[in-house]
């Protein structure tokens, strides 16, 4: 199902699960950003930059496209 | 507690502060020059607000980066109503042509309250967008 707002989903928390049961602090050490950071990104409250994007990518040593995923709006759809 | 939680905090407890003696101080005192000596507790807001014994600064990454950004232009664009209403407020109360004679403690009280006004609405803005806003 697919809104009216563009979304980025990610699969941090598994990844972090995969990946020995990384902690937040761990993950954010790593990504070089706040642990609250982290929290907001699994929450879903806050959306990377590119940069952050494939840093936290790179920590988990997947291609960015495996950590994030874009989900288009209706709109977006219909005209492509 | 993050580094930008802690600032928020205490720069609200500072801005609180300042106000409570204030208050206390026009109370026994009236207004005057000695009440505005109480905006030197001010001065608290430039002390930093995290771990004393090893202070290496504030660990800024780009989502606090955008929340202080944010929490600065909400501060600015209340601090330019308020300076829009005052002066508005000034037209229609004593008139286009009226002579204003200011004593300096008034003035510099104004400011003060100013400077206030914007420390404490951009660490209200902070702590806000950090726990519930958009970029919480």
């Known amino acids: ?80 | 507690m993050s580094d930008s939680e802690k600032w928020g905090w205490w720069t609200i407890g500072a801005v609180a502060l300042t106000i409570a003696a204030y208050v206390a101080f026009v109370a026994f005192l009236g207004h005057g020059p000695a009440t505005s000596s109480v905006f030197a507790l001010l001065a608290l807001t430039a002390i930093p607000a995290s771990s004393r014994r090893h202070f290496k600064g504030r660990r800024f990454d780009e989502r606090e980066r955008e929340i202080a950004r944010k929490a600065f232009s909400v501060s600015f664009s209340v601090f330019w109503l308020a300076f829009v209403g005052f002066v508005l407020a000034i037209y229609f109360i004593k008139g286009w042509d009226a002579t204003l004679t200011v004593p300096v403690w008034a003035l510099e009280e104004t400011l003060w309250w100013a400077a206030s006004l914007v420390m404490g609405v951009q660490a209200l803005t902070t702590l806000v967008l950090y726990r519930g806003g958009p970029h919480a």
């Open chain 1, 1 to 80: 199902m697919h809104s009216q707002e563009p979304e980025i989903k990610n699969y941090i928390r598994r990844l972090r699960f995969d990946h020995g049961e990384m902690t937040q602090d761990q993950l954010a050490k790593q990504a070089g950003v706040t642990r609250h950071t982290i929290m907001a990104l699994e929450a879903g409250k806050y959306f990377p930059s590119l940069l952050l994007a494939f840093r936290i990518a790179r920590v988990f040593g997947e291609p960015v496209e495996q950590v994030f995923e874009y989900r288009a709006t209706e709109g977006e759809l219909r005209s492509s």
